[in-house]
């Protein structure tokens, strides 16, 4: 028999989520928070578009114990 270790929740699905966000090489901004409550994911921080605040609700979207995610992230066009 094969016994499962349990992580933290919380500390786990925030790690999870960041991993992916981080590794993703479409979303540029590397200054967004996750906050984790249970299996709620709330996103905050400035993305350049609305498409890779989308994608990044996306790119989570998948991860095993998320259920639902709140998508704070504000689109911050920069001048040229």
């Known amino acids: 028999m094969v016994q499962k270790h349990q992580i933290d929740p919380p500390h786990n699905l ?35 578009s609305y498409y890779q605040k989308q994608l990044a609700q996306e790119s989570i979207r998948d991860i095993e114990g998320v259920e639902k995610i709140q998508n704070e992230l504000e689109v911050v066009v920069s001048p040229r």
């Not at 993703?24 to 709330?42: G, K, Y």
């Open 14 to 48: 925030k790690e999870l989520v960041h991993n992916r966000l981080a590794g993703s090489p479409f979303i540029t901004s590397r200054s967004l928070a996750v906050d984790v409550e249970t299996h709620s994911v709330t996103l905050r921080g400035y993305v350049p």
